[in-house]
């Protein structure tokens, strides 16, 4: 899924555009029992509660791609009978009106899912009538191509609010506040089936972590059956790793730079597309080779990245290089530029040290005092 297609599902998450039938909840304490079920028509909820709610699934389906947001395709045997896939998919189809299966669904949660703290599970369905598109792109409301049926689920903490003074307005006076039990915005969920050119893809999901770095693999692999892909921290780990032991030796400076400078080109160019950039082996062996690394140096390429990355497996360009900034770090110092004044940083041999050279003009500030460069003569 990309950019517009979640933004286009999120757009329905108000009371005028409500495409969701049902809502289910199981509140799971730290000991992984079972607190509270509960299951309804969404819109029998009053209006303040249907509105925090809508605020929970908006962030279920908020991030970005490739970092938090990650588009899942599952494995043949997944959707074979008693496969993860087979078992969504029978879920979804029952619009959550299936008692036995949505608490099988809190099962395999409770199994999989890691979290020392009590937490909300939040399941809901939602039958969304795909409005067709005209020639300009416009939505044609009353030329609907097909209904998109899909589920959410929404894993929010819940955690106790903070010890406090509050004013009671009924005594008039201030006192000690109730500390009340508090669900929190969704720190994992996952949407299914996939809304993939605005259709569905029975074969694809997407998973949704707040946090970049703890994708939490184990239950993706147990919940989904889909291989668990690399953090963007490890595939700019990675991205580094395969860049070092292909150029060895050779990994200078203006090596390092000139690939930056065409990683940049590339997000440039693909800047307002929906989709990320994705960066496959060749790919990344053709940048390697646009930014001057020799064809005796990309030789022992492919068992780099085949190692570090996985041979079918790509990179998400955004997470390997940073657009706003390009830095420079040693021992004892780190320059930061932003990437159109990279050529203003050098490096030099001076006086037989080697040196990085930075070009300024006679404008400069030094802890907040405008100063000269040079003394006056």
Not at 5 to 16: A, F, G, H
Not at 150 to 168: F, H, M, Q, R, T
Not at 210 to 231: I, P, V
């Amino acid at each position: 899924m990309n950019k517009k297609e979640i933004t286009e599902l999120k757009k329905q998450y108000t009371p005028d555009r409500c495409t969701i039938t049902r809502i289910c909840g199981c509140y799971v304490d730290a000991e992984k029992e079972k607190k509270l079920e509960m299951k309804e028509a969404f819109l029998s909820l009053s209006e303040e509660e249907i509105f925090k709610y809508f605020e929970i699934f908006k962030k279920t389906l908020s991030g970005t791609i490739g970092k938090n947001l990650l588009n899942l395709d599952f494995p043949l045997k997944s959707e074979a009978e008693g496969g993860q896939q087979e078992f969504l998919l029978r879920l979804r189809n029952s619009r959550l009106k299936d008692d036995v299966l949505v608490n099988e669904c809190y099962d395999r949660i409770i199994e999989h899912y890691y979290n020392g703290e009590n937490y909300f599970i939040i399941l809901i369905h939602a039958a969304y009538d795909v409005p067709g598109k005209a020639k300009d792109n416009t939505e044609m409301f009353d030329a609907s191509d097909e209904v998109f049926e899909y589920i959410l689920c929404s894993i929010c903490p819940v955690k106790l609010s903070k010890a406090g003074l509050c004013y009671n307005a009924e005594t008039n006076r201030i006192q000690d506040r109730i500390r009340d039990w508090i669900v929190e915005l969704p720190e994992r969920g996952f949407l299914f089936p996939a809304f993939n050119d605005r259709s569905t893809d029975l074969h694809s999901m997407l998973y949704y972590s707040k946090n970049a770095e703890e994708l939490q693999t184990d239950f993706m692999q147990e919940m989904f059956g889909c291989e668990a892909s690399l953090t963007a921290k490890e595939q700019k780990e990675s991205f580094h790793s395969i860049i070092s032991e292909t150029l060895g030796e050779d990994c200078e400076y203006e090596t390092v730079k000139s690939i930056h400078d065409h990683l940049s080109s590339i997000m440039e160019e693909h800047k307002d597309d929906p989709n990320p950039v994705l960066l496959d082996k060749q790919e990344v062996k053709h940048l390697l080779s646009l930014s001057g690394v020799e064809d005796t140096r990309l030789e022992e390429f492919d068992d780099h990245y085949d190692s570090a990355i996985g041979e079918h497996n790509s990179l998400v360009a955004s997470n390997i290089i940073n657009t706003r900034k390009f830095e420079v770090k040693t021992p004892n110092l780190t320059i930061q530029v932003s990437p159109e004044c990279a050529d203003l940083i050098e490096t030099r041999v001076v006086d037989g040290k080697k040196c990085l050279v930075i070009t300024v003009d006679d404008s400069v500030t030094v802890n907040g005092i405008p100063a000269r460069t040079l003394a006056r003569e």
